[in-house]
């Protein structure tokens, strides 16, 4: 069983950056890759990007690659993704997910967050 919970949502104005953090309990965590995915109101829920069990593979939506890094500390079992120039259309709420392999289909992950809600400004 692995519990998620995000943070670092906000405001933030267009070019702007935010780091979330994906924060996780469960002492086989490393065992997990980790995955982002976001939902806009209205729209479908959106692969963001993911990061295999040790961290070398790392898998990113063309709409924010180049944009968005995807990383984890296995020693403080949590995930980040940094997001730099962030755009309007990156607004949504943002959800921490995992399973055993990394995958862009939100049905593969076992484990979901809360939900941390991103907003950028015009």
């Known amino acids: 069983q692995v519990q998620l919970v995000e943070t670092g949502g906000g405001l933030v104005q267009a070019g702007g950056s935010l780091r979330l953090s994906c924060a996780a309990s469960?002492?086989?965590?490393?065992?997990?890759?980790v995955g982002w995915f976001r939902q806009a109101p209205g729209k479908e829920r959106e692969f963001v990007a993911a990061i295999s069990r040790t961290g070398r593979s790392t898998y990113y939506a063309d709409s924010v690659k180049g944009r968005f890094t995807i990383s984890r500390d296995n020693a403080k079992i949590t995930v980040y993704l940094q997001m730099n120039s962030l755009k309007p259309e990156d607004t949504a709420v943002y959800y921490c997910?995992?399973?055993?392999?990394?995958?862009?289909?939100?049905?593969?992950?076992?484990?979901w967050g809360q939900g941390t809600q991103v907003t950028v400004s015009s």
């Open positions: 469960g002492r086989t965590f490393s065992n997990y890759a």
């Open positions: 997910v995992s399973s055993l392999l990394p995958s862009q289909d939100p049905l593969r992950y076992d484990y």
